[in-house]
Every structure is written in C-alpha cells, then in structure tokens.
C-alpha cells in the first residue's frame, strides 16, 4: 500500500524549510546548511507537496512565509529544540550544540573584546562555527542577514528580544609625545587648542557614537575615519586628541587618558535577535557565554576607578 504525500516529508525537509524562514533567501539558507541553491528550492518545493499547502510566498526580495507558513514554523521549531536536546544528550552530553551562528558586532567590541575570547569560546562549545562580521551599517536583523547582534542602542519595536550586555566607558586620550609636546589641557576649553580624531559625522551608524558633542559642543575633529581601529592607530602615532573605549585604550601604555576626573562617558552594548531565535540551543550558546564574558574581571569594560568598592566585613 502506497505512503500518503503527508508522511513523506521528514526532519531533514523542515531543516531546510527553518534554514529558509530564517532568511528569507535560498542562498543563505544553503550556506547554512552546507548544500546547493538547488536543493534547498528543491526541498520546499517537495515539503510543500507533500503537506499540500503553501508554506512561501516568492518575490523578487526572497521567500516570505505565508500565514500557515507562520504556523507550522511553531511546530517545527519545537520539533528542532527537542531533536537538538536528544542528539546532544544521547551522543556527547546536554552542554554540547551544533550549527553555525552568525554575529555582528561593531568592530571595537570584535576586534578588541570578542576575538580575544574566541579560544575559550571554541575550547566550550567545538561543534559550533561562528561568523563575525563588523561592518554593521551593512547587516540588517529584520531581513535575519545575522542571528545575532551586539549593539549600541536598544531596539525599539519589531519582533526582538534585546537586553543590555554590560555598561562600558570612554575618555579622552592622546600619546606621552604628543602631550609633551603640545599646550597644556587644564579645563575643557583648552581641548579647542588641539586637533581631534573622530568619526566621519554623516556615516555615524548608531546615536550612541555620536559623543564629541558630550565633551564640548564646539569641537571640530581634524581627521575622521569610520574606523575605531584607524581612530586607535592615528591617536597612538601622535595625531592628537581621540575619545576611546577604556577597555582597549588601556591596553597601550602610550596612551594617556586627558581630564580624566572631568571627562568620563558611559554607553552601552545591547545584545538582540529575532525572538524566534532567543531559544535556538545555538544561539543561547553564543548569549550565554557573552554574558559571562563581559563580566569577568579582566575584561575591562568597568575601568577600575568606577567600580564600587567591595564593603569591608564587619567583625562581630
């Protein structure tokens, strides 16, 4: 007796259907899973068969679900969960995930938090494959371009979850050569005497990067990169004056914080993805850990001077 079309389709086929309504395009969705254009279109073509309903609108701009789209990828996900619990507890244990994750994050967070971190991410979880990626004018979450984003500003509305990874501060810095050799800095007037590196105004991608203004309203910077890291070089070769992240600025000796009592800013790193996503075993993975990153004591986003002492024990 023949199998009917609905008993036909399995788990393999609603990977690839998760792969597709996270993306929302063929070709990302084959990356992630490691296969061809073809066989992903191929795929949904036969699960949609095999259902008989239809589970994708296509256009030009990608795959959009459908409203029974929408439905079952409920189920499919629970379906996902339980399968990714089962795997890792039948075969290497309950800590273990799989799958790759994609992370944006700007490049200052990245290049000088994140990726000193990678050996013992990767040492936790070695079935895992991330991607970083730093030019986040570019990725967009509503069109799923990355699972995962640190960010500079909370995410108002839209289908996110978003919750504040770690407070973090800046200050002004120079070089020892530099200061030795220009005008003193007394008050915040006398930085109007000295040349300034700063971001390009007009391709600043998030309000919380806009800080010349907090320092003093009438700073004009003389070089502008949107490069944190060419800010960091230039500053470090004597350039002039530059408001930096503590939690790297501090890594160079040569740097010198200026008007440290009066010039102190604090921002913020945010860490959002899709709410279909917050549960995903190898998302929560990456969450997880960053959250226990950014907290451990040499990670330097709390300067020390901000930090609150610890309250004597009082003897009894």
């Known amino acids: 007796m023949p199998m009917s079309h609905a008993s036909q389709f399995t788990w393999d086929d609603l990977q690839f259907f998760l792969a597709v309504a996270r993306t929302g395009q063929l070709s990302t969705a084959a990356?992630?899973?490691?296969s061809s254009h073809?066989?992903?279109?191929?795929?949904?073509d036969r699960l949609e068969f095999a259902l008989k309903v239809k589970l994708f609108e296509r256009n030009p701009r990608g795959y959009v679900l459908t409203a029974m789209g929408t439905r079952f990828i409920e189920t499919a996900e629970k379906m996902e969960q339980e399968a990714e619990k089962l795997?890792?507890?039948?075969?290497?244990?309950?800590?273990?995930?799989?799958?790759?994750?994609?992370?944006?994050?700007?490049?200052?967070?990245?290049?000088?938090?994140?990726?000193?971190v990678l050996p013992e991410f990767a040492a936790r979880h070695p079935h895992l494959s991330l991607e970083l990626v730093t030019i986040q004018?570019?990725?967009s979450l509503s069109r799923k371009e990355a699972d995962l984003s640190v960010v500079l500003d909370e995410p108002k509305g839209g289908p996110y979850f978003a919750e504040k990874l770690t407070d973090y501060?800046?200050?002004?810095?120079?070089?020892?050569?530099?200061?030795?050799?220009?005008p003193p800095i007394c008050t915040r007037d006398d930085l109007l005497m000295?040349?300034?590196?700063?971001?390009?105004?007009e391709m600043i991608f998030a309000p919380g990067l806009d800080y010349l203004g907090d320092v003093h309203p009438r700073i004009k910077p003389q070089f502008q990169s949107s490069s944190i890291f060419a800010q960091l070089t230039a500053t470090r070769n004597g350039l002039g004056l530059c408001i930096l992240p503590y939690f790297f600025a501090c890594r160079y000796p040569e740097l010198v914080p200026v008007l440290p009592d009066e010039v102190d800013l604090k921002?913020?790193?945010?860490?959002?993805?899709?709410?279909?996503?917050?549960?995903?075993?190898?998302?929560?993975?990456?969450i997880d850990f960053l959250h226990e990153a950014v907290h451990s004591d040499d990670a330097g986003f709390i300067p020390p001077y901000m930090r609150a002492p610890r309250k004597a024990k009082t003897e009894v």
């Open 31 to 34: 990356r992630q899973l490691r």
């Open 38 to 44: 073809a066989t992903v279109s191929r795929r949904i």
């Open 87 to 116: 795997r890792a507890d039948l075969v290497e244990g309950p800590m273990t995930q799989r799958g790759l994750v994609r992370l944006s994050a700007p490049e200052g967070f990245a290049n000088f938090f994140f990726a000193t």
């Open 137 to 139: 004018q570019i990725i």
């Open 169 to 182: 501060h800046l200050q002004v810095y120079a070089s020892r050569d530099y200061l030795a050799k220009a």
């Open 194 to 201: 000295h040349p300034f590196v700063s971001y390009i105004q």
């Open 267 to 286: 921002r913020h790193y945010w860490i959002t993805c899709h709410r279909d996503l917050k549960q995903q075993p190898r998302v929560r993975a990456v």
